[in-house]
C-alpha cells in the first residue's frame, strides 16, 4: 500500500464500535493483575501465555479469554484494564468508542456488578476518548442468567447505554435470548447481537427479526444470502467487522479472501473493528492496515469506512454530524474522486 495512504488510514478520525474489553487485556497485564491479587495462572510467562494464542475456532480463543479475565477482581483492575485501551484507542485516532463488557465472566466468579461496572465506567470518565458501554451476555449461558444479569446491573443505569449478545455462537442462536432483548427495548437500551460470524445467515435474520438489533456484529456471513444482504443494505443496517479476527478465528483463510471490500461494494454500512485486540494481533489501526494491506482498498474506501464509524454509532445526531464534519475536513485535503 502507498505510504500516503497508510498515514491517512492511521491519522483519519475514526470510532470503534465492537471491542470487547476483556479481550484487550495483554499478556504483561494479565501477569501485573495476577501478582497484584495473588492468582496463579497455569502459564509460566508473558511468553508462554502468548505463545498460547494459536487458536483453531471461537471456541478455543474463549477458553483461553475466560482464563485471562480471571485476574480481575478489584474496581482499579477494571479501571486499568479500560485505561490502557483508551490509551491505546487515542493514539490510533478513535474519538468515540462503544465498550462491550460482559459482567457473568466476573460475577460467575464472585466479583460484585459494582466493581465491574464502576472500574470501567469511572475510566471512560477519565478518557479524553469519547466512550459509552455495552453490556454483553454471554449466549452460552441460559437466558434466565441473562435476566438475571441485567436486573442486577439495572441500578446502574445510567452507566450503560445499551446491551449485546457474544461468547459461543453456534448452537446459540438470537432466539434464545428473546425475552431479555424485549425486556431491554422496553427500558430503551440500544440493542446489537453478534450474528453471522460463525453461524449462518438464519442467525443475522433472528437479531433483527426476533431481537430487533440496530446493528449487526460481524454479520460477514451475510453475503451468502442475496436477499439478506440486500435487506441489510437497503435498512442501513451497520455491520461491525473485525478482520484480523475473523483470520486468527479462521472465519477466512487469510486476509487476501475477507469479504470487506464485497460488503461495501454492496453497499452496506460495514465498520472495522478490533474485537479482541489482546488476543488477534492489533487494535484498531493494525485492523485497518491488514485489510488495506491485503485488499484492493484505496482513498475512497478509506473516507467511507471512517463515515461509516460514526454513522453506525449511537451518537446524538448533532455530535454524529460534529464528528462526519471532522471526517469531511479531514479528507478534504485529499484528492478524493
Ligand atoms: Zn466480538
Redesign the pocket.
Known amino acids: 500500500m502507498h505510504t500516503s495512504l497508510r498515514s491517512i488510514v492511521q491519522n483519519m478520525p475514526k470510532a470503534e464500535l ?1 471491542i ?1 474489553i476483556e ?1 484487550s487485556l495483554e499478556p504483561e497485564l494479565i501477569f501485573a493483575l495476577a501478582e497484584r491479587n495473588g492468582v496463579s495462572l497455569p502459564y509460566a510467562s508473558v511468553e508462554a501465555l502468548r505463545a498460547a494464542y494459536a487458536f483453531k475456532d471461537l471456541q478455543s480463543f474463549l477458553d483461553i479469554y475466560y482464563a485471562g479475565a480471571s485476574v480481575l477482581l478489584q474496581e482499579q483492575d477494571f479501571y486499568d484494564m479500560t485505561a490502557a485501551y483508551l490509551r491505546r484507542a487515542e493514539a490510533d485516532h478513535v474519538r468515540h468508542t462503544e465498550i ?1 463488557f460482559d459482567p457473568q465472566t466476573h460475577t460467575a466468579r464472585g466479583v460484585p456488578m459494582a466493581t465491574v461496572i464502576n472500574g470501567i465506567h469511572r475510566a471512560c470518565q477519565d478518557s479524553p476518548v469519547s466512550a459509552t458501554l455495552i453490556l454483553c451476555f454471554l449466549r452460552h449461558l441460559s437466558e434466565d442468567d441473562a435476566i438475571a444479569t441485567l436486573e442486577a446491573a439495572l441500578p446502574y443505569r445510567d452507566k450503560f447505554i445499551g446491551v449485546g449478545l ?1 461468547s459461543s455462537e453456534v448452537g446459540n442462536p438470537p432466539e434464545k435470548f428473546a425475552r431479555v432483548f424485549s425486556r431491554c427495548k422496553d427500558l430503551g437500551l440500544r440493542l446489537v447481537a ?1 450474528a453471522g ?1 460463525e453461524g449462518p445467515p438464519a442467525y443475522i435474520y433472528a437479531a433483527l427479526d426476533v431481537l430487533h438489533v440496530e446493528r449487526i ?2 454479520g460477514v456471513r451475510c453475503l451468502e444470502d442475496h436477499a439478506l444482504t440486500r435487506r441489510l443494505a437497503e435498512e442501513g443496517m451497520p455491520l461491525t467487522v ?1 478482520p484480523l ?1 475473523n483470520i486468527k478465528l479462521c472465519v477466512f483463510r487469510d486476509m487476501k479472501q475477507h469479504n470487506l471490500l464485497q460488503l461495501l461494494d454492496a453497499g452496506l454500512v460495514a465498520t472495522v473493528n478490533s ?2 485486540p489482546a488476543y488477534f494481533g492489533g487494535y484498531l489501526n493494525e485492523n485497518l492496515l491488514a485489510a488495506f494491506d491485503s485488499l484492493p482498498l484505496g482513498l475512497q474506501h478509506a473516507y467511507q469506512l471512517a463515515r461509516n464509524s460514526f454513522v453506525a454509532s449511537f451518537l446524538s445526531e448533532a455530535d454524529k454530524q460534529k464528528h462526519l464534519d471532522d471526517v469531511d475536513a479531514y479528507f478534504a485535503a485529499f484528492n478524493l474522486t
Open positions: 465492537h470487547h479481550g462491550f457474544d453478534h460470524e456484529d460481524h473485525c479476527s474485537d479482541d
